[in-house]
């Protein structure tokens, strides 16, 4: 009983959430590029050789997110690594803006200083994201990491395949 409640926590707080990012970034990155693959091994070595064109109809964020996904590889690790980026940066700006009790007081904030501590902590947030095993299990209600790493990992497994091989619209 225990595993099988430990494998639906999985598929709720990690399964579907991989699922549709894999496969979001997978069909934006489709939409956008000619990509022959198949699998995710051939995904993997497609985007490296991958140079995008940016549209002006295309908003910042959507060229901004497949450019990160690029970078990261495409592959399952590097999906993860990407979801825990963006994860501990939105925490971060919200607890940045929660810490402002007036507009003033955030004017007065901007600086060198505030500049230096955005770029040491982007450095230090893409270290988390690498070893973003360690950070889900803080965040996440993990029983079994084997349970989870296999749950996340068919999740973007399936979903890449099913991007990968659904027509391009």
Sequence with gaps: MFMFIDIL??????????ALFSYYLVKLTRG???LKSNNATELKKELKE????????ESYFVRIL??????????????????????????????????FTSFADFIDSIGFKMLLN??????????????????????LPIGSLWVWLSVTFLSHWFATKYALTREIQ
């Design 9 to 18: 926590k999985a598929l709720v707080f990690a399964g579907f959430p991989v």
């Design 32 to 34: 956008k590029t000619i």
């Design 50 to 57: 991958i140079t995008l064109e940016h549209k002006e109809e």
């Design 66 to 99: 497949r450019k990160k996904f690029i970078k990261f590889g495409g592959g399952f690790y590097g999906i993860l690594a990407l979801m825990t980026y963006l994860h501990v940066e939105f925490i971060q700006v919200v607890d940045f803006l929660k810490n």
């Design 118 to 139: 955005f770029f040491i902590e982007a450095i230090m947030n893409l270290v988390v994201a690498f070893t973003w095993p360690l950070y889900w299990i803080k965040i």
